[in-house]
Nanobody, 119 residues
């Protein structure tokens, strides 16, 4: 089993920045991808960004966050980060950390952290 603990999030004004982090523990050898999804009220959960654990491979971003969000990971700490810049009201959502296996199937989800972009 894999356990995920998220931190970060909160309230920020439009145009501001926030950072999220997610630390994994447990059966981390089964993890091939780490990433973030989000779910806004009344909407389905959607991909934000993913990053492979292996080095030298490409990250993946939703079109809506490209150029504004940056995903990164620290394998030594089993942690994935999401730096969110130029935040918009439509980025308001609960953000979930996820880890996935070699086929991209979800292994675990974090508890979710609220990000609210509002003036």
């Amino acid at each position: 089993q894999v356990q995920l603990v998220e931190s970060g999030g909160g309230l920020v004004q439009p145009g501001g920045s926030l950072g999220l982090s997610c630390a994994a523990s447990g059966s981390i050898s089964s993890i091939y991808f780490m990433g973030w999804y989000r779910q806004a009220p009344g909407k389905q959960r959607e991909l934000v960004a993913t990053v492979p654990v292996a080095s030298g491979t490409r990250t993946n971003y939703a079109d809506s966050v490209k150029g504004r969000f940056t995903i990164s990971r620290d394998n030594a700490k089993n942690t994935v980060y999401l730096q969110m810049n130029s935040l918009k009201r439509e980025d308001t959502a609960v953000y979930y950390c996820t880890v996935r296996d070699v086929l991209g199937r979800p292994i675990a989800w974090g508890q979710g952290t609220q990000v609210t972009v509002s003036s």
